[in-house]
């Protein structure tokens, strides 16, 4: 079974930076995409940003529209993290944000996708609040 923990949450002004950390442990996730999603009081749960699997893809990328040149993921796979740098943060940034593991590239999946349906394991979530 695989588990995923979030950190590194947390309150800053906007302008500022963070980054949230996603530790996967469980199996080795090489096989897995991960994405990052965030779901903000009141509205649905939204893609962030993902990266595909390195078995299968070179861990291509895509991003959301509203944190494109703003927000990068990465991964560690030899530490099983993964990563997402969010600069120039706005308030409209602040949700609760989710690390998700896909499973697909086991079946022969290359790309990421940015559809929750797609994701079979959920961390708890870390809590961003962007405000001064």
């Known amino acids: 079974q695989l588990q995923l923990v979030e950190s590194g949450g947390g309150l800053v002004q906007p302008g500022g930076s963070l980054r949230l950390s996603c530790v996967v442990s469980?199996?080795?996730?090489?096989?897995?995409?991960i994405a990052w999603f965030r779901q903000a009081p009141g509205k649905e749960r939204e893609a962030v940003a993902c990266i595909s699997n390195i078995r299968r893809s070179d861990g291509n990328t895509i991003y959301a529209d509203s944190v494109k040149g703003r927000f990068t993921i990465s991964r560690d796979n030899a530490k099983n993290m993964v990563y997402l740098q969010m600069n120039s943060l706005k308030p409209e940034d602040t949700a609760v944000y989710y690390c998700?593991?896909?499973?697909?590239?086991?079946?022969?999946?290359?790309?990421?996708?940015?559809?929750?349906?797609?994701?079979?394991?959920w961390g708890q979530g870390t809590q961003v609040t962007v405000s001064s």
């Open positions: 998700a593991a896909d499973r697909a590239g086991f079946f022969g999946q290359a790309m990421c996708l940015m559809t929750e349906k797609s994701y079979d394991y």
């Open positions: 469980g199996f080795t996730m090489d096989y897995y995409a």
